[in-house]
């Protein structure tokens, strides 16, 4: 049995993660955004299951997500699923000056990576939509360019295949991949996805737990439960390495180096 915490499991894909891996005989610790969430995800899940709270849009929520999943000990496998998509009509800037976007999907992710006790396993969620990307780093947070959701929400996920990557080249212990969900009818997906919405969780979790060999790597990309080409901006070391200094300098917070975990 493996413990695994999910971020943004309150419904779509992250929540199927949860009563996936349940229903596998994992345990599992989900995370809602606020209180209301919590319930539904209480009411979906049974009021047994463990649900941190916190706001990835903001990173002192999201240092106290760590806070709240520390406490419960050290996770075999975390799952980065929370996210938001392509709809924004415009910019949102966030309490920290950030775009809403890139706080919680890419933020988000990087912050509690470094903050909670390092799992045997990580797994971005990424996108089909990564080959839409523009690897540039010069505007990240769209501070000077017109506002475009779609792009915003493709550069994001491109990002998140580059920090799975990064992290995996700083952390060999660690199984740290990313993965392509599908384009499913969660609320992100909207209505007109055409994937079957019960798949979405099968490639995050098969890569969280399984004892498969083909989940037995690090640094790679899977599409349904394959793995696969992302974008190829996101395998360039420098790329990772401009991201990851990016991220460490607006959080405050340095990935610890391969064996210095102090969070253990």
Not at 4 to 18: K, R
Request: proline residues 5%; hydrophobic residues 40%.
């Amino acid at each position: 049995m493996a413990r695994v915490f999910i971020t943004g499991s309150s419904d779509g894909i992250g929540l199927g993660c949860g009563q996936l891996l349940r229903r596998q005989g994992h345990e599992v610790v989900l995370h809602a955004r606020n209180a209301a969430r919590a319930a539904d995800t209480r009411a979906a899940m049974g009021d047994d299951v463990q649900v941190v709270i916190g706001d990835l849009a903001s990173m002192a929520q999201t240092r106290s997500v760590a806070d709240q999943v520390n406490v419960l000990g050290r996770m075999d496998a975390v799952i980065h699923n929370a996210g938001i998509g392509y709809r924004e009509p415009e910019r949102i800037e966030t309490a920290d000056g950030l775009s809403h976007v890139f706080a919680i999907n890419v933020m988000a992710p990087y912050l509690l990576t470094a903050l909670m006790a390092r799992p045997g396993r990580l797994v971005y969620v990424s996108s089909r939509v990564t080959q839409d990307a523009d690897v540039q780093l010069i505007d990240p947070q769209w501070v000077s360019r017109p506002w475009h959701g779609q792009q915003a929400y493709s550069d994001s996920k491109l990002f998140d295949d580059m920090l799975a990557f990064g992290v995996a080249r700083r952390w060999p212990d660690v199984l740290c991949n990313s993965a392509s969900p599908g384009y499913v009818p969660t609320k992100l997906g909207g209505p007109d996805a055409r994937d079957d919405l019960s798949a979405g969780p099968v490639t995050p979790t098969w890569l969280a737990v399984s004892s498969d060999p083909a989940v037995l790597v690090t640094g790679t990309y899977f599409r349904y439960q394959r793995a696969a080409q992302t974008h190829p901006s996101a395998y360039s070391e420098r790329n990772q390495d401009r991201l990851i200094d990016y991220l460490a300098k607006i959080t405050g917070e340095l990935l610890p180096a391969a064996g210095q975990d102090d969070r253990r």
